[in-house]
């Protein structure tokens, strides 16, 4: 006798692979959703994130330190420096220096130092034929030296001595001792009084320099030039010095206490010779 298996277990065994086909589907379906879902979101953050920066204002740049400020400018100083520098050089010329450096004056008496500088178009009897006096009535006599130095702006010249013995006197030149020589044809002068207070050898030094437009600031370097003043002693200075000497007596070698001595007793044995001979005519 056959088994008989119920209709309904039947039509569930025959309808499995189909719910299984379909349910499988479904799921496929939820997936895809599910990850185009993600995509979409990423997209959307991604989105946001730039609409964003674009609002973002740009970040300022830090403040800086209290010691940037020095470093930053320092460079920019520097060039500015430089540049004014360079510019006052291109307007600079050659010019011409006249002075007497060998000199011969006499002790303690007040004589004058001359500097002449002319530019190079200058032509005044004065920078065509320089010339100074060595002393009051005598003859013009020609510097002894002439050489080349920078104008073209504001120029100096000074004068030093490194000497205890030596006294300069400013008076003349004016406060700074810088004088205008912007153009070819200018000239300008320099004047000293000088003295020196003992007989010898003695340097005094000059220096010209170039300032930049009205600035303390000096264009090139120095030119230098040196005066061999020779001082010679007088018969006046001789004199007063043997005076001067004769009244200290705390200054007195042994041979002047000795030479000074023996005039003294020299003049007392003559004073007697001439008493002895007034009061006996005889001779012998």
Request: net charge neutral; charged share 25%; aromatic share 8%.
């Amino acid at each position: 006798m056959r088994s008989r298996t119920p209709k309904s277990a039947s039509r569930r065994r025959a309808g499995t692979p189909a719910g299984t086909a379909q349910g499988t589907e479904r799921r496929d379906s939820w997936t895809r959703i599910g990850v185009a879902l993600s995509l979409l979101m990423a997209l959307a953050g991604l989105a946001a994130d730039f609409f964003d920066v674009l609002r973002t204002p740009a970040r300022p740049a830090p403040t800086p330190t209290t010691a940037t400020p020095q470093a930053e400018r320092s460079p920019s100083e520097q060039l500015q420096y430089q540049a004014t520098v360079q510019d006052g050089r291109l307007d600079l010329f050659k010019g011409e220096l006249h002075v007497t450096t060998d000199r011969t004056e006499e002790v303690a008496e007040w004589f004058a130092v001359r500097v002449l500088i002319c530019g190079p178009a200058n032509n005044d009897e004065l920078c065509l034929y320089p010339a100074e006096l060595a002393s009051v009535g005598a003859a013009p006599r020609r510097p002894s030296t002439s050489m080349t130095v920078p104008a073209g702006g504001r120029v100096g010249v000074i004068l030093t001595a490194p000497y205890s013995e030596i006294e300069i006197k400013d008076d003349l030149n004016p406060e700074g001792s810088a004088q205008p020589l912007t153009d070819p044809t200018d000239a300008a002068t320099w004047w000293w009084n000088v003295r020196a207070s003992k007989p010898g050898t003695y340097e005094l030094r000059g220096a010209v320099f170039v300032l930049a437009a009205e600035t303390d600031r000096e264009l090139v370097t120095r030119e230098t030039f040196t005066i061999k003043l020779t001082v010679e002693r007088t018969a006046e200075y001789t004199a007063k010095k043997l005076w001067t000497m004769t009244l200290d007596v705390t200054k007195w070698s042994v041979p002047q206490i000795i030479t000074i001595l023996a005039a003294f007793i020299g003049a007392g044995a003559f004073a007697a010779w001439i008493r002895r001979r007034l009061r006996d005519p005889s001779p012998g």
